[in-house]
C-alpha cells in the first residue's frame, strides 16, 4: 500500500543554484516524506558567491497561485519565507488570514528571509520590506524563525544579551501575538549552536556543537522546511523542532561543495543519528539533573518482559513466573506502608535476581538500596539526580517523543522508556499513541547507545510486533493484572518476547 505523504505549501524564492529558496525546500520536504508544493514569491539570479538579480512575481500571479492550490487541497501545514515586496507581504497575509479561518489546523512557520548568505551582494527584499513584515504576518503565524540578524532588524533587540533579557524583551509581542519565536543561533561565534525556542512561559535551547564546515547555503530555509515537514507528519512543535535540529546537524555535515563559493547541506534523512540529536538545555532546569556521568548499566540478559505492578503480592507473583526485569508503581498516596512495601519489592527482587524498580519513590529508593527508580519527565524538575546517583541506583526515564528522549538522553540514564504505543486504560495520557512506526525509530536512534522499553497499551496480539521493532524490553500493566489466570499469561508473554526473532518456516 502506498502511503500518501502529508502536503506542504512553501511561500518564496526561486535560487537558480538551487542551494537555497524554494529549490531546498523541494529537496528537503522530499527527504522527510512530504509533498510540498511552491507559490513563488519572485525569481532570482544567483550562485553560489552573489544575488545578481531578484525580481518579484505580480500580485496577480501570487494570487493566482494561492487560489489554484487552494481549489485543490489544502496543505497539512504552510512555510512562508522569502517576500521581496510590501505588496507581497500584505497579499500574503491575506491569504494567511483566510486559511487561520478556514483550516485552523493547518501550522504556519514563517521564515523571515532578507538576504543570501552568499559573498557578495545578497540582499534579497527591499528595506523598507522589513518593518512591514512583523506589523502583517506575526498575528497569523504559528513560529517565527528569525536569525540574529533577521531577529534584530525585526525587532530592534540585541540578540547579543542573555537569553531571560531577550525573553523579556519580548513580551509586547507576546501580547500581540501567540506565535513563538525560534531564535537561530547559527550566525553566533560560540563553541555551541544555540536555537531558543521562546514563548510567553517558557524558553527552550537546542543545543548542538558549532561545526568547522564550509558548505553552508541554505542552512535557514533548511532548517525552516525541515521543522514545517515534522509538523506536517503530526509531530507537536517541541518534537518537530528537536528532529528539525538533529536533521540541520546532519544536512551540515553532509554538505557538497558545488561552486566557488559555499555549496548547499546534505539531506540525510529522516534524523535516526544519535550524534545529531540536540542536548536540550533551560535557564529553569533542576540544577540536580546534570550529573555529567552516566548512571548504572542494566543486565541487558535480564531485560524482556517488564511487569509494572502495583502491590509488592503481584510484585511475587510476576518474579515468581521467572521475568528478570519489574517494577513497583504505588499511585496510592494514603499507603502508610509504603517505606515497609518498598523494602519487601527490594527483597524480592534480591531473592529472585531480578532488577527491580521503585517507581516516584526516589528517596525512599535510595534509603532501602534499591537496584533502581523510574521517573517520570515532571519527576525530573524536583529529584536529586546527583543522589540518585551518587548512591548507585539505575535510573529509569519516561519519555514520549524526541523532545523528551534528547532531554533524557543528555541525563544518561539505565534505559529509556518509550510510551506509550497504544492507547490505554491504564493512566491518563496528555500525548497521542506513538505507534509502531515511531517506535521503530526511537529503537533505531537508541540502539546501542541505551536499553530501551516499550510502554503503553501493550497487549499479548501486540507483543510481537512491538518487540520486532528492536526494543530491549517491553512494559505492560493490564496484559497481566487483567488477564484470567496471570500467572500462565505472564509465562506466555515472556515466551513471546523471547522468541521474537524466530522465523516459522
Ligand atoms: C517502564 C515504565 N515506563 C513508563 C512509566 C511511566 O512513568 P511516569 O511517567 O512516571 O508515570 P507514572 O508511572 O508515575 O504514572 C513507568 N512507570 N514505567
Ligand atoms: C504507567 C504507564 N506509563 C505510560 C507512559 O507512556 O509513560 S503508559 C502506562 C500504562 C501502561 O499500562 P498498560 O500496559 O495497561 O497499557
Given at each position: 500500500m502506498t502511503i500518501k505523504p502529508p502536503v506542504i505549501w512553501c511561500v518564496g524564492g526561486s535560487d537558480s543554484s538551487a542551494h537555497a529558496g524554494l529549490q531546498a525546500d523541494l529537496r528537503t520536504g522530499q527527504d522527510l516524506g512530504c509533498h510540498v508544493q511552491t507559490i513563488v514569491t519572485c525569481i532570482t539570479a544567483q550562485n553560489s558567491k552573489e544575488v545578481q538579480s531578484v525580481e518579484a512575481v505580480s500580485l496577480a500571479m501570487f494570487n493566482r497561485q494561492w487560489q489554484a492550490l487552494l481549489d485543490d487541497v489544502p496543505p497539512n501545514a504552510i512555510k512562508v519565507s522569502l517576500l521581496p515586496t510590501i505588496e507581497l507581504v500584505k497579499a500574503c497575509a491575506h491569504w494567511l488570514r483566510k486559511m487561520k479561518a478556514d483550516f485552523p489546523q493547518v501550522s504556519i512557520v514563517f521564515d523571515p528571509v532578507m538576504a543570501a548568505s552568499s559573498e557578495l551582494g545578497n540582499r534579497l527584499q527591499s528595506t523598507s520590506v522589513g518593518v512591514c513584515l512583523l506589523q502583517n504576518l506575526l498575528a497569523q503565524v504559528d513560529v517565527i524563525t528569525p536569525n540574529l540578524m533577521e531577529f534584530e532588524t525585526l525587532t530592534g533587540v540585541s540578540g547579543e544579551q542573555s537569553i531571560e533579557k531577550i525573553h523579556r524583551q519580548l513580551a509586547a509581542y507576546f501580547a500581540l501575538s501567540p506565535s513563538r519565536w525560534l531564535l537561530k543561533g547559527g550566525h553566533g561565534v560560540s563553541d555551541q549552536s544555540t536555537d531558543w525556542l521562546l514563548d510567553v512561559n517558557s524558553m527552550v535551547g537546542f543545543v548542538s556543537p558549532r561545526l568547522s564546515v564550509s558548505n553552508t547555503r541554505g542552512t535557514g530555509c533548511t532548517l525552516s522546511t525541515a521543522l514545517v515537514s515534522f509538523m506536517a507528519h503530526g509531530y507537536d512543535l517541541l518534537d518537530a523542532m528537536t528532529m528539525a535540529k538533529a536533521y540541520i546537524t546532519g544536512a551540515l555535515k553532509t554538505g557538497v561543495q558545488i561552486g566557488k563559493g559555499a555549496g548547499p547541506l546534505g539531506r540525510p534523512g529522516w534524523p535516526l543519528q544519535i550524534d545529531n540529536?540536540?542536548?536540550?538545555?533551560?535557564?529553569?532546569?533542576?540544577?540536580?539533573?546534570?550529573?555529567?556521568?552516566?548512571?548504572?548499566?542494566?543486565?541487558?540478559?535480564?531485560?524482556?518482559?517488564?511487569?509494572?505492578?502495583?502491590?509488592?503480592?503481584?510484585?511475587?507473583?510476576?518474579?515468581?513466573?521467572?521475568?528478570?526485569?519489574?517494577?513497583?508503581?504505588?499511585?496510592?498516596?494514603?499507603?502508610?506502608?509504603?517505606?515497609?512495601?518498598?523494602?519487601?519489592?527490594?527483597?524480592?527482587?534480591?531473592?529472585?535476581?531480578?532488577?527491580?524498580?521503585?517507581?516516584?519513590?526516589?528517596?525512599?529508593?535510595?534509603?532501602?538500596?534499591?537496584?533502581?527508580?523510574?521517573?517520570?519527565?515532571?519527576?525530573?524538575?524536583?529529584?536529586?539526580?546527583?543522589?540518585?546517583?551518587?548512591?548507585?541506583?539505575?535510573?529509569?526515564?519516561?519519555?514520549?517523543?524526541?523532545?523528551?528522549?534528547?532531554?533524557?538522553?543528555?541525563?544518561?540514564?539505565?534505559?529509556?522508556?518509550?510510551?506509550?504505543?497504544?492507547?490505554?486504560?491504564?493512566?491518563?495520557?496528555?500525548?497521542?499513541p506513538q505507534g509502531l512506526t515511531r517506535l521503530a525509530h526511537y529503537a533505531t536512534l537508541l540502539k546501542g547507545v541505551v536499553p530501551t522499553v516499550a510502554i503503553g497499551g501493550i497487549s499479548a496480539e501486540r507483543l510481537t510486533a512491538v518487540a520486532q521493532t528492536g526494543v530491549d524490553s517491553v512494559a505492560l500493566v493490564t496484559a497481566i493484572t487483567r488477564a484470567e489466570n496471570p500467572e500462565s499469561a505472564t509465562r506466555s508473554l515472556k515466551a513471546s518476547f523471547e522468541c521474537r526473532n524466530e522465523v516459522w518456516l
Open positions: 540529536l540536540p542536548e536540550i538545555v533551560s535557564p529553569n532546569m533542576n540544577a540536580q539533573t546534570s550529573t555529567n556521568l552516566p548512571f548504572a548499566k542494566m543486565d541487558l540478559n535480564k531485560m524482556g518482559l517488564y511487569p509494572v505492578v502495583d502491590s509488592v503480592e503481584w510484585l511475587a507473583l510476576v518474579l515468581k513466573q521467572g521475568v528478570k526485569i519489574a517494577q513497583l508503581r504505588i499511585k496510592d498516596p494514603h499507603d502508610v506502608d509504603l517505606e515497609s512495601h518498598i523494602q519487601q519489592a527490594i527483597a524480592l527482587g534480591i531473592e529472585h535476581d531480578a532488577q527491580v524498580f521503585i517507581n516516584d519513590y526516589w528517596q525512599l529508593a535510595i534509603e532501602c538500596g534499591a537496584y533502581g527508580v523510574h521517573l517520570g519527565q515532571e519527576d525530573l524538575d524536583v529529584a536529586d539526580l546527583v543522589q540518585i546517583q551518587a548512591a548507585g541506583l539505575r535510573l529509569g526515564i519516561s519519555t514520549h517523543g524526541y523532545y523528551e528522549i534528547a532531554r533524557a538522553q543528555s541525563i544518561q540514564p539505565s534505559y529509556i522508556a518509550l510510551g506509550h504505543i497504544f492507547p490505554t486504560q491504564t493512566k491518563d495520557m496528555p500525548s497521542q
